[in-house]
């Protein structure tokens, strides 16, 4: 892959995280995607999905800010996603599902999640809603919803959204 298209991955994974375009990812981009969540499924913040949201989008801002904002800003400018989240979470993919979990895990039972052989999974369609809501335009949103659910039933898995989003952000490779 040629470096130009390598920094057009890296530019469009920044942009999923800022949230309001201000170039720069801050713990305003986590809430304000929790927010928008909660909206677009009817979920009341106080609720405890809700709260479970926030706090989830926490973990993940505060994950996302110790590994990748170098200068202690509390804000992750692109180079410093670049240089720390990527470079960093690239070797260790498991980490990015470490910090990314808790905000997946609430955004599922926002979603509508059930459980299923001990399982939590949420349908195609709200894992769908909710990748539109958070960015993704929508035949991306479908495309990815549609391709997570392996076998054909519907449903998707906490932990295949987690492996998902985890590849998504830390392989870039030509095809991703």
């Known amino acids: 892959m040629d470096s130009a298209e390598y920094e057009r991955k890296i530019a469009h994974r920044f942009a999923a995280f800022d949230q309001d375009g201000n170039d720069y990812i801050d713990r305003a981009d986590f809430n304000a995607a929790a927010a928008r969540l909660l909206t677009e499924f009817g979920t009341k913040a106080r609720c405890d999905k809700g709260q479970a949201l926030y706090t989830g989008a926490e973990a993940f801002w505060q994950g996302m800010a110790g590994i990748?904002?170098?200068?202690g800003d509390q804000r992750v400018t692109r180079e410093e996603f670049v240089g720390g989240?990527?470079?960093r979470l690239r070797d260790n993919p498991g980490r990015f599902a470490e910090i990314a979990r808790?905000?997946?895990r609430a955004a599922i039972a926002v979603a509508g999640s059930t459980e299923t052989d001990g399982s939590t999974v949420a349908t195609v369609a709200a894992v769908e809603r909710a990748l539109r809501v958070l960015g993704a335009e929508e035949d991306v949103a479908s495309t990815a919803a549609g391709s997570l659910d392996t076998d054909g039933d519907g449903t998707i898995a906490e932990a295949d959204v987690v492996a998902a989003v985890a590849a998504y952000f830390t392989v870039i490779e030509p095809d991703a």
């Open 68 to 71: 990748a904002d170098v200068d």
């Open 102 to 104: 808790p905000f997946l």
């Open 85 to 87: 989240a990527v470079k």
